[in-house]
T-cell receptor
Framework: DTGVSQNPRHKITKRGQNVTFRCDPI?????LYWYRQTLGQGPEFLTY????????KSRLLSDRFSAERPKGSFSTLEIQRTEQGDSAMYLC????????????????FGAGSRLTVL | GDSVTQMEGPVTLSEEAFLTINCTYT??????LFWYVQYPGEGLQLLLK?????DKGSNKGFEATYRKETTSFHLEKGSVQVSDSAVYFC?????????????FGAGTRLAVHP
């Protein structure tokens, strides 16, 4: 078990370009989450997958953002026509299936992908 | 909507001092509560959790008690070490039989000096 892996760790791009981040979750985890963290703030929920199905999207996820998890394993987060306000750390997390009530499905986070838009 | 409020940092302490980081929450129903820690250059790590009122979560000398009457989940440690220097996040997961969607506070930076 190598944990949650995210690539690239840091991406610098010019405004208007497209960027894609990849997340490889813990292999036996069915659930995958994307969060965004801006400087000095806590992570904010973006979206959630159960296997390959995207079951919830935050209002933060504008139409320039798209996330996929085509085979229920790795996931990608693409940002089109980047803006300076997109500069942030994008965090991926995964968890096993289990009840939130029991606390069984605790999230494991990756180290994040930092996006800088010039 | 649901939210988490943490005391602002940075918190600066000398080694072996007592630590309290305050956390209060607003939520409907009965959320689960968590403390996560973020060391420099690393991902968020779960520090401790509590899933129902009066539960006490503990790990690595840190403790927090789920207080429904005061809607609080304050983090405490009796004697901090330099290695505890990090950013600490309080979080809640809304009452749900399904997935664990976390709502985080803004984080509190702790700096411990020798």
């Amino acid at each position: 078990d190598t944990g949650v892996s995210q690539n690239p760790r840091h991406k610098i791009t010019k405004r208007g370009q497209n960027v894609t981040f990849r997340c490889d979750p813990i292999s036996e985890h069915n659930r995958l989450y994307w969060y965004r963290q801006t400087l000095g703030q806590g992570p904010e929920f973006l979206t959630y997958f159960q296997n390959e199905a995207q079951l919830e999207k935050s209002r933060l996820l504008s139409d320039r953002f798209s996330a996929e998890r085509p085979k229920g394993s790795f996931s990608t987060l693409e940002i089109q026509r980047t803006e300076q306000g997109d500069s942030a750390m994008y965090l991926c997390a995964s968890s096993p299936t289990g009840s939130a009530i029991s606390g069984a499905n605790v999230l494991t986070f990756g180290a994040g992908s930092r996006l800088t838009v010039l | 909507g649901d939210s988490v409020t943490q005391m602002e940092g940075p918190v600066t302490l000398s080694e072996e001092a007592f630590l309290t980081i305050n956390c209060t929450y607003t939520a409907t129903g009965y959320p689960s509560l968590f403390w996560y820690v973020q060391y420099p250059g690393e991902g968020l790590q779960l520090l401790l959790k509590a899933t129902k009122a009066d539960d006490k979560g503990s790990n690595k000398g840190f403790e927090a008690t789920y207080r429904k009457e005061t809607t609080s989940f304050h983090l405490e440690k009796g004697s901090v070490q330099v290695s505890d220097s990090a950013v600490y996040f309080c979080a809640l997961s809304p009452f749900s039989g399904g997935y664990n969607k976390l709502i985080f506070g803004a984080g509190t930076r702790l700096a411990v000096h020798p």
